[in-house]
T-cell receptor
Framework: AQSVTQLGSHVSVSEGALVLLRCNYSSSVPPYLFWYVQYPNQGLQLLLKYTSAATLVKGINGFEAEFKKSETSFHLTKPSAHMSDAAEYFCAVTASGGYQKVTFGIGTKLQVIP | DARVTQTPRHKVTEMGQEVTMRCQPILGHNTVFWYRQTMMQGLELLAYFRNRAPLDDSGMPKDRFSAEMPDATLATLKIQPSEPRDSAVYFC??????????FGNGTRLTVT
């Protein structure tokens, strides 16, 4: 069984401030973890993925996430928020190996204040 | 750029009518997922397929929903009969497991 918890359904940051979106996972086997972004009226797009290589993963648009096994976390960060980062962000988990369902968190809406 | 294509983008129908949503996955992808997104529940997994075979459809109300992949280029999700509570955005996604999923732009369903 696997699950994802995203803390904070809404997060507001000022333009230029640090973005931190939290994700904790639960998985009975080594996980693969993903962050996706969704803009209005669109499907989800992949931001970055962790697949058991480097624990610090860099993605598109300046985002990165660090896999911490001891904390079962995969938080998403960006040093400086841009207005175009306003969107909804989803953390997702799947089990490594084989064909497994992909479970998504509830999502976090990021608001960037000018 | 290869994309997942979903049709229709919008569908308004009356309660009791049949609704069919279609998805063209990216060629070569071996898994196809159907998700439903609502404000209250977020993204719910309805069904997924591997190499066109259904692996898990436990998220679907069996009495009214059905999902199929008649061939590698087409996945369908049907609701019969539709109910107002089925109003949501339905997403299809494909991928090469256990890699990332590629999502379509969704079908926004409104059942009145």
């Amino acid at each position: 069984a696997q699950s994802v918890t995203q803390l904070g359904s809404h997060v507001s940051v000022s333009e230029g401030a640090l973005v931190l979106l939290r994700c904790n996972y639960s998985s009975s086997v080594p996980p693969y973890l993903f962050w996706y972004v969704q803009y209005p009226n669109q499907g989800l797009q992949l931001l970055l993925k962790y697949t058991s290589a480097a624990t610090l993963v860099k993605g598109i648009n300046g985002f990165e996430a660090e896999f911490k096994k001891s904390e079962t976390s995969f938080h998403l960060t960006k040093p400086s928020a841009h207005m175009s980062d306003a969107a909804e962000y989803f953390c997702a988990v799947t089990a490594s190996g084989g064909y497994q369902k992909v479970t998504f968190g509830i999502g976090t809406k990021l608001q960037v204040i000018p | 750029d290869a994309r997942v294509t979903q049709t229709p983008r919008h569908k308004v129908t009356e309660m009791g009518q049949e609704v069919t949503m279609r998805c063209q996955p990216i060629l070569g992808h071996n898994t196809v997922f159907w998700y439903r997104q609502t404000m209250m529940q977020g993204l719910e997994l309805l069904a997924y397929f591997r190499n066109r075979a259904p692996l898990d459809d436990s998220g679907m109300p069996k009495d009214r929903f059905s999902a199929e992949m008649p061939d590698a280029t087409l996945a369908t999700l049907k609701i019969q009969p539709s109910e107002p509570r089925d109003s949501a955005v339905y997403f299809c996604a494909s991928g090469e497991q256990p890699g990332p999923l590629h999502f379509g732009n969704g079908t926004r369903l409104t059942v009145t």
